[in-house]
Structure formats: structure tokens, C-alpha cells
């Protein structure tokens, strides 16, 4: 008989592992043919452990560098590189700040400098300068109405390209002459390049119309100096090379080797997940069911692996976030079934406003909230996940991992 939960956690670290940025970065940068002028700039909540990786790759190939990541993500000094902490999810001064500082490092490169770019989630609301017009408390408002407005991430990202300096290829267009290398750990589903940071070095493929369509969607009304700050987009740039050095495909693909090397027939059902959470967690448990009662879609002993990124819709008070919610939601379609575990934890090793990463729960969770008088159905309509799986041990912590690549959610089944 497995050992389903140690199993599963070996899969989350082993996987994780397989995509920090230090190690990707490394890789990427020893297949490439670089010259002596290199300039960096690091973007998103990895930048820090990206620079240094870098750093101590390129050493003082290195002419200069700015790293600019989110509060309480720098890890300290790097010898020849300026570190800024901006803020996240919304711009501030500081934002403004470091990338205009960038922006003075590069904007007078010549063809035989080359920038190596490197970059990862939350890099959109990071890295950013407004167009001229917009002031930076224009461009906050903005922002949480944007967020606020039921627009998808696609969405917003589009309107925030029309109205930056940076964005949307714009940053590339600065650079030239030069030459970039841009590095990507990618945190949007289908590694959609113009969405990842709102691709400040990739051709943008929206455009002024698509912005008036989003406005009119989702009826914003904008003030007069916004509305007149739009500006469209390059749609090509021919001194960029891009890769994907890290992403959600390539975890899941690590945990169905890692799975395989633990005795489990493996498939990736998806690395697309998009939907609200609480429906993906049962789901998943039809699915778990299907397996145990039919040995379909994969015979036992198994693992059906996902990625992806769930949302959560806020009716209550609790304390949670959308890993959490989808597995104590799991759990409910798999009561009373022995050897199934379902898991699902983000890999930057945060769920929304806690410390913890996601969720583990098997047939015996809801009996084990039941013995605790904690009632299921009233833990998720309060949005109180965190509650009930800290409970029972249900939550999974791995502490801020430095990296940031969406969810991965898995089901254990043994025979």
C-alpha cells in the first residue's frame, strides 16, 4: 500500500524545485552566445533570485544591472546591481521611480550592447511608467478599477499597455538598437507572451479598438486626461530573442516523472485549468471517483496531474485562498472513498492572504471536520478554507519559494 500524502508532498517539492529560477536561469544562459557589453534588468517577484543567478553566471560581463521586485522579495545586496521593492498589486512611486531608472540605463544603447531580461510574475504592476498625461494616482485608481471590474487578467493587461511607456513591446522599442534576451517564468495560462508582465519585449497584438471594447464591456467610465493618454502598440520588433524558461507546462510535466518514478501511471489532464474554484475541487472528485469505481481514465495505481489557475468568488469573511478552497471543495466528492488524495497548492508557496501554499485532503477529511464540529458548506460559503484544513492538517506550507509559475493540482489514487 502507498503512502498517498508522502507521495504527494514529494511531487509538490520535487516539482517546485524543477522550476526555481536559479537553476533555469543558469541553464538558458550557458546556451547562449554572449558578448562582453551586457546590460540587466530583472522584472517580477523572482527578479532577485533571477539577477543573482545571473550575476554569478555572467560575473562582470555584467556593465550594469536594476532589479526591480516586490516588498519584502529582495534577499539583500548583489555586487554591481541596484535593487528596488515596488509595489504590488497596484504602482507606486517607487514603481515609477526604478523604472525610470532603467529606462536611463538602456535608452542610449548601441548595437553591440546586449540587455538580458529577465522576468516573471508581477512584473505588470512593477515595472511601469505612464504615459504622458497620466499621473501616477490616475494610474492607481485605474488599476483598482480594472481589478474590481470582472475583467480577466487579459483584459486589464490590454488597457494597461495602451497607457505605459514600457509595455506592450514598447521597452523593447527603447532598447534599440540593442539587442535583448528575454528570460520568462511564466505565470499566464497558455504562456501567452504579449500577456506575461503586458510583454514589454514581445509585438503586441491589441490594439486601441480592443481597449475601447473592454471600456464599453464593462462600462468604465474614464476621466478626460486617460482617455486622451492612450497610444498604440508595436506590432513587431526584430532585436528580441524570447524564452520560456520556466512555466506551468513544465511543472506539470515534472510531476508526471516524478510520479511515474514513484509507481504511478501519470497523465496531465490539462495546464489550462480556468474556472471557480469550489466547481474545479468537485470535479476533480468525479473524477477521483471514476478512477477508484472504474479504473478509468487511468488504471491504478495513478496520478491525474493539472495546472492552471482557479478563482475564488468572495461572499464571506473567512480566510482562505483558491487552492484551499478547491481541495476542501474536493473533498466533499470524495467522502468515505480509501486511497485518493487530492492536492492542490500554488507554486510561488502563497494562496491568497495566508501562509500557506494550498490544500491536501483525502476520504477521511470531511469526517474529520464532522468530528471537530466544523460544517463544510458554512467553511466555504464564509470563504473560511484556511480554518478547516489547519484543523484537520490539511493545509500545505512551503514557505515563499522565489518562484511563480500558477497551481498545481493533482489526484493520487493507489490500487
Not at 474545479?280 to 491525474?304: H, M, Q, T, Y
Request: aromatic share 4%.
Amino acid at each position: 500500500m502507498k503512502n498517498l500524502r508522502e507521495d504527494a508532498f514529494r511531487i509538490i517539492k520535487s516539482s517546485i524545485d524543477s522550476v526555481l529560477p536559479e537553476r533555469a536561469v543558469e541553464e538558458q544562459l550557458a546556451s547562449l552566445n554572449l558578448g562582453e557589453n551586457i546590460y540587466l534588468v530583472a522584472i517580477g517577484k523572482a527578479a532577485w533570485r533571477m539577477a543573482k543567478a545571473a550575476k554569478e553566471s555572467l560575473k562582470d560581463k555584467i556593465k550594469e544591472g536594476i532589479v526591480i521586485t516586490k516588498y519584502g522579495h529582495s534577499l539583500g545586496y548583489i555586487e554591481g546591481l541596484q535593487i528596488y521593492e515596488t509595489g504590488h498589486p497596484i504602482p507606486d512611486e517607487n514603481t515609477i521611480k526604478a523604472t525610470k531608472t532603467v529606462i536611463d540605463m538602456i535608452k542610449n544603447l548601441d548595437e553591440d550592447d546586449e540587455v538580458i531580461f529577465l522576468v516573471s510574475g508581477g512584473g505588470s504592476s512593477l515595472f511601469e511608467l505612464p504615459n504622458d498625461g497620466v499621473k501616477l494616482e490616475d494610474l492607481q485608481k485605474l488599476n483598482d478599477v480594472l481589478l474590481k471590474s470582472g475583467a480577466n487578467i487579459i483584459e486589464i493587461n490590454t488597457v494597461r499597455k495602451h497607457l505605459s511607456q514600457v509595455k506592450g513591446g514598447k521597452f523593447a522599442k527603447i532598447v534599440e538598437p540593442a539587442k535583448i534576451y528575454s528570460l520568462i517564468l511564466s505565470d499566464v495560462l497558455g504562456d501567452r507572451l504579449d500577456s506575461i508582465a503586458s510583454g514589454p519585449a514581445f509585438p503586441d497584438s491589441t490594439t486601441l479598438e480592443d481597449v475601447e471594447n473592454i471600456l464599453n464591456k464593462y462600462n468604465l467610465d474614464l476621466p478626460e486626461n486617460i482617455l486622451q493618454a492612450f497610444t498604440e502598440t508595436p506590432k513587431s520588433l526584430n532585436n528580441v530573442e524570447t524564452y520560456i524558461i520556466g512555466s506551468v507546462t513544465k511543472v506539470c510535466e515534472n510531476a508526471q516523472q516524478i510520479a511515474e518514478k514513484l509507481g504511478y501511471n501519470s497523465i496531465i489532464l490539462t495546464t489550462t485549468l480556468d474556472c471557480e474554484a469550489k466547481e474545479a475541487g468537485l470535479f476533480l472528485a468525479s473524477i477521483a471517483r471514476e478512477i477508484k469505481e472504474k479504473d478509468r481514465p487511468v488504471n491504478k495505481p495513478c496520478a491525474v496531474i493539472l495546472g492552471g489557475e482557479t478563482v475564488v468568488k468572495v461572499q464571506g469573511k473567512g480566510s482562505g485562498g483558491r487552492n484551499q478552497e478547491l481541495a476542501l471543495s474536493a473533498a466533499r466528492g470524495i467522502c468515505n472513498y480509501e486511497g485518493v488524495i487530492i492536492a492542490s497548492v500554488g507554486t510561488d508557496g502563497t494562496d491568497g492572504p495566508t501562509d500557506a501554499a494550498g490544500g491536501i485532503v483525502d476520504g477521511q477529511t470531511l469526517n474529520r471536520l464532522k468530528e471537530k464540529n466544523i460544517d463544510i458548506e458554512s467553511v466555504l460559503k464564509n470563504n473560511d478554507s484556511y480554518m478547516a484544513l489547519q484543523a484537520i492538517d490539511g493545509l500545505i506550507k512551503t514557505g515563499p519559494t522565489g518562484t511563480n509559475v500558477n497551481d498545481l493540482i493533482f489526484i493520487l489514487c493507489d490500487s
